[in-house]
Each structure stands twice: as structure tokens, then as C-alpha cells.
């Protein structure tokens, strides 16, 4: 029985994330938000609907550490640097149904395929400074 209790958290949980990634979707596409809270916003919204993770899941424990902590708070920083009546507008608006596929989802593969790229770019550039400079 406690069982049941404690997955039925966890998927209440789940569905307030769901809910808050849709209000964050439409905050970042209402005219009010500031233009660092889109970019931010777009990160947030972009990682949550990739299909690629930035740490893959099939790694034990690390692979879901990402979705269980990243994106919570990635959510609440977005969550606070949005405008207190344009959350609300767009919280009222959440019902709607939004379909996270096709074009804007491999969009947001792109951008976390993109990150990746970077953090290699970056590595590379680090180690070579660090082991060809002596």
C-alpha cells in the first residue's frame, strides 16, 4: 500500500513537471518575457524535450540524475526570472494542449547535440593547453 502512495508522488510530481515545462514554453513565446529569461527558457525547455539527454540514462544512477535534478532546477531558476504576471498568464494558459513533436522536438535534440559539441570543442582545447604547454 505505501508503495502505491509513494508512486503515486512521484507521478503527481512528474505531471507538475510536464505542466511547468508547458508554461515555461508559452512564457518563452509571450511578448513580456525578458530577453535572458528566453534564453534560459529555451535551454530549460529544449533539454526537457530532446530525445538526447546530456548525460545518457543507460549510465547506472548518473544517467537518471540529470532528469531528476537538472531539470528541477533548471525549471525553478527559469521559474524566477520570469515576470510574476506573465507566469500567471501563461499558468492560466498551460491547459491548452501543446504537442511537443516533430520540427521542435529534433530542434531541441539540435541544441543539446550542439552543447555537447561545445563541451567536447572545449575538453580538447583544456587538455591540449594543459599537456602541450610544458
Do not use: N, Q
Amino acid at each position: 500500500m505505501a508503495d502505491l502512495k509513494k508512486w503515486a508522488k512521484v507521478k503527481a510530481w512528474t505531471e507538475r513537471l510536464r505542466r511547468e515545462i508547458r508554461v515555461l514554453y508559452l512564457a518563452y513565446r509571450h511578448p513580456g518575457t525578458p530577453a535572458y529569461a528566453k534564453a534560459w527558457v529555451a535551454c530549460v525547455v529544449a533539454y526537457a524535450i530532446s530525445p538526447i539527454d546530456l548525460i545518457p540514462d543507460f549510465i547506472p544512477v548518473l544517467g537518471y540524475l540529470d532528469d531528476l535534478v537538472l531539470l528541477p532546477l533548471g525549471i525553478w531558476l527559469a521559474v524566477r526570472m520570469i515576470p510574476a504576471d506573465v507566469l500567471a498568464e501563461c499558468r492560466a494558459r498551460a491547459g491548452e494542449s501543446i504537442e511537443f513533436s516533430g520540427p521542435l522536438k529534433w530542434a531541441a535534440a539540435a541544441v543539446i547535440a550542439a552543447i555537447w559539441a561545445a563541451a567536447v570543442v572545449l575538453i580538447v582545447a583544456f587538455l591540449r593547453r594543459l599537456f602541450c604547454a610544458a
